[in-house]
């Protein structure tokens, strides 16, 4: 197996899809932004599932700090076959799109687009370096979109954004990235119990139960790491600039 960079790996999604790479026999480079004992405790997890870890601490909205994980990770695997788009952040505050100021604005586009973004750029340019592998690919990067990528919540508009956002600069990426054979995903949650979520359970409680999605449970972050792991065991080798929703059907329109 490989090694993969996950970034926001020290909890929720993140840590899902670390562990389950770990259990693959992957190498993980756990990225995490300030909470050194969790990323500690993920490190732990994959190297009890099977496979091997380290922490790389790192703010991906800042250019330093994605230099320096792209370049601790490298130095540390050798090479980066895998590259998954995950950390991300919630608005501070949930606020009305007539109401909402520049600096949330400014906070979530940095973090959760203009550093998968430029993560993306650096890795890439790895990749494209690379050697083929036994089954003629340099790399794949997986990005975690969200249903709010098409379903829009007036209440936080910047999140919206910055995961449609993450849709296009999966097509852009996959198109750019083929002819060097790395092949480019979009994973679009839809409600899933973590941290991220904690502040809104009993909201999504009722809607779940009231039929929000066909599959009436809430997500786990393993539903996420599945997805996942099949791109990274090379799954799909005929598709790139995929959508994969894991939503328990959200997506569908019914009449
Ligand atoms: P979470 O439980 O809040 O965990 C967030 C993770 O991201 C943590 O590991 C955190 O690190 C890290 N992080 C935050 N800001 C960062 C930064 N600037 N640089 C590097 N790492 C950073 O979130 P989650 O629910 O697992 O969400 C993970 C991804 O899935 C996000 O992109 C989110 O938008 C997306 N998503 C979530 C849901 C959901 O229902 N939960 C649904 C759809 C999509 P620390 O531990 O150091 O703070």
Redesign the pocket.
Known sequence: MGVAIV?????????GIAVALGAEGWRVAV??????A??GECVELVKRAGGDAIAIQ????QCD?RARIDAQAAHWGGRIDLLVN?????PAVRADLLDADESSFDRLLA??LK?PYFLSQLVARRMIAHPLDAAGSRGQIVN?????AYAASTDRGD?CIA?AGIGMMTSLYATRLAEHQIRVYEI??????????GAVRSKYDALIGAGLTPIRRW?Q?ED?ARAVVAIARGDLPFSTGEVINVDGGFHLRTL
């Open positions: 970034t926001g790996a020290s909890r929720g999604i993140g840590r990225n995490y932004a300030g909470n050194l969790a990323a790192g703010d991906i909205s700090d995950n950390a991300g952040i919630a973090v959760n550093g975690i979109s969200s249903i709010s999140y995961k679009r949650p839809g409600v899933i119990a973590t941290d991220m979520t997500g972050p996420v």
